[in-house]
């Protein structure tokens, strides 16, 4: 199972981009990377996931380096409700099969500031 | 659209009584449904996973006797806990998978969306 390394915490003034890294130095070929959130006492929060590209969308970006071995997870403009443990989990088992699961290990409390 | 819900959202219970959590997909059909469980400032463990129609596939550790998972739909999934104790307190949280069938061209990936959360009591 590829396995992830996140900071432990990290903090952001309010209004300026986060950058969360996350390693995955063991990660396969057919992995994919995902990103989640989870606000205190709430479900995790699905953000953003991607294989070798990097990906946008409408909460944050991800920019996965080309050895895919590391990414990042960008939020351009961080506010208080951003405040959360985020998760970079790689999803392992058989590509297609019914084992394919997400792991979580425990991720970083990102912390926003007014 | 992608909504998981999970009812109750509270439930206290006392010792020796079974509690069933359901775990629902709103608006997709989820042929697989996945069970964690949240500790105080710890995080998500993947309890079993269970594909409709089909028994659950329990986490080392996990007792498939104690929690009984039911996925009767594509739907919908139930977690009976069954004669619980204090130390089955806990957040519990499913989760469905929308799958992507695979392509020429890419690796297949899955939307996996949670539910709210289920804080159990047991007193």
């Known amino acids: 199972d590829a396995k992830t390394t996140q900071p432990t915490s990290m903090d952001c003034a309010e209004g300026r981009a986060a950058n969360l890294p996350c390693n995955h130095s063991?990660?396969?070929?057919?992995?994919?990377v995902y990103w989640y959130r989870q606000i205190h006492s709430q479900g995790p929060q699905y953000i953003i996931h991607?294989?070798?590209n990097n990906e946008t969308n409408e909460m944050a970006s991800l920019i996965i380096t080309e050895d895919r071995k590391s990414s990042t997870l960008i939020l351009p403009h961080a506010t208080l409700r951003d405040t959360a443990v985020y998760y970079c989990i790689v999803g392992h088992g058989e590509s297609g099969g019914s084992n394919y699961k997400l792991t979580f290990g425990k991720g970083t409390l990102l912390t926003v500031n007014p | 659209g992608a909504v998981v819900s999970q009812h109750p959202s509270r439930v206290i219970c006392k010792s020796g009584t079974s509690v069933k959590i359901e775990c629902r997909s709103l608006?997709?059909?989820?042929?697989?449904m996945f069970w964690y469980r949240q500790f105080p400032k710890q995080s998500l463990m993947l309890m079993a996973t269970?594909?409709?129609?089909?028994?659950?596939?329990?986490e080392q550790g996990v007792e498939k006797d104690k929690f009984l998972i039911n996925h009767a739909s594509l739907t919908l999934s139930t977690l009976t806990v069954t004669s619980a104790h204090p130390e089955d307190s806990s957040f519990y949280i499913c989760?469905?998978?929308?799958?992507?069938?695979?392509?020429?061209?890419?690796?297949?990936?899955?939307?996996?969306?949670f539910g709210p959360g289920t804080r159990l009591t047991v007193t």
């Open positions: 989760s469905a998978r929308r799958g992507r069938l695979p392509s020429l061209r890419l690796t297949q990936y899955y939307e996996q969306y």
């Open positions: 991607g294989l070798k």
């Open positions: 608006d997709f059909q989820a042929t697989t």
């Open positions: 063991t990660i396969s070929g057919n992995e994919y």
């Open positions: 269970s594909n409709e129609g089909s028994k659950a596939t329990y």
